[in-house]
């Protein structure tokens, strides 16, 4: 079994489905520290002038709170605003009469608690993409003690019973290969397929940019193929990684 585990983004570029298609099992990290001005809350959209932020506000963010602390702030009117930008920037993309919708239920059910939310939000988007992952919260499933970086998420792994640990590029910085090896679990890094992908956007930066672009570009089948377009490759076992 492949197990992968990251914080749980509000609708995330392609790359982050890539990693869930990677794995049988995926753990949203829900019981880590929030990142002010990070991807948890907030992601970004096509517009003339170049990529731009949309945010979805929270109560009392600090990155001395963990994620699955937080909650989302009642709607005071920041939900039609939303609404309103999202229209206006994609109501001539060729997607929007079937994606605007689903994006208007996503935001009719962020309320409450952002851990929660993220991970039901994340789910659906894999649903549409077709993903057949398992997916669960480590909050509520898998004790954090006095553990972290490296020796939590292999312990997680411990406790799942997998081989197999495929991690984001970034986390060649993070990991030490031989602490896994030496475990008996394979560390693997996801190599997403963004600059190759075959999709219908305009201009360089579609594939880094929220799913929420590429959904209103690219037809549903289309995206479906590209989120199960990557490599993965294993570390070596014999050294520490660089």
């Known amino acids: 079994m492949r ?43 096509r517009t003339p002038q170049g990529p731009a932020w ?11 709170r963990l994620i699955c602390e937080l909650d989302i702030k009642p709607d005071d009117g ?21 994606v605007f ?4 239920g996503f935001l009719a059910a ?15 988007v894999a649903a549409w993409l077709g993903l057949a992952t398992q997916f669960v919260p480590s909050s509520s499933i898998y004790p954090k003690g006095e553990l972290k970086g490296q020796h939590r ?46 999709l219908g956007s305009v201009g360089d930066d579609g594939p880094v940019l929220s799913i929420l672009d590429l959904m209103m570009y690219n037809s549903q089948e289309l995206l479906r193929q590209a989120a199960c377009t990557f490599q993965v490759e294993t570390a070596c076992p014999t050294s520490p990684l660089s």
């Open 3 to 45: 197990l992968a585990v990251m914080q749980p983004y509000f609708l995330p570029y392609i790359g982050y489905f890539q990693l869930m298609a990677a794995a049988d099992r995926f753990v949203f990290l829900d019981d880590v520290n929030y990142i002010n001005r990070g991807w948890i809350n907030r992601n970004r959209l």
């Open 54 to 64: 949309f945010t979805l506000p929270l109560i009392g963010a600090s990155q001395n």
């Open 78 to 98: 920041w939900k039609r605003s939303l609404e309103r930008t999202i229209s206006t920037t994609y109501s001539k993309a060729p997607c929007y009469a079937e």
């Open 101 to 104: 919708p689903l994006f208007q």
């Open 110 to 124: 962020a309320s409450g608690n952002l851990a929660q939310f993220l991970s039901q939000n994340l789910q659906e």
């Open 153 to 198: 998420i292999l312990d997680i792994c411990l406790r799942e019973g997998v081989d197999t640990y495929v991690n984001p590029p970034g986390g060649r910085e993070l990991y030490d290969s031989p602490v896994f090896t030496t475990a008996g679990v394979e560390l693997q890094f996801l190599k997403p397929e963004l600059k190759n992908l075959q």
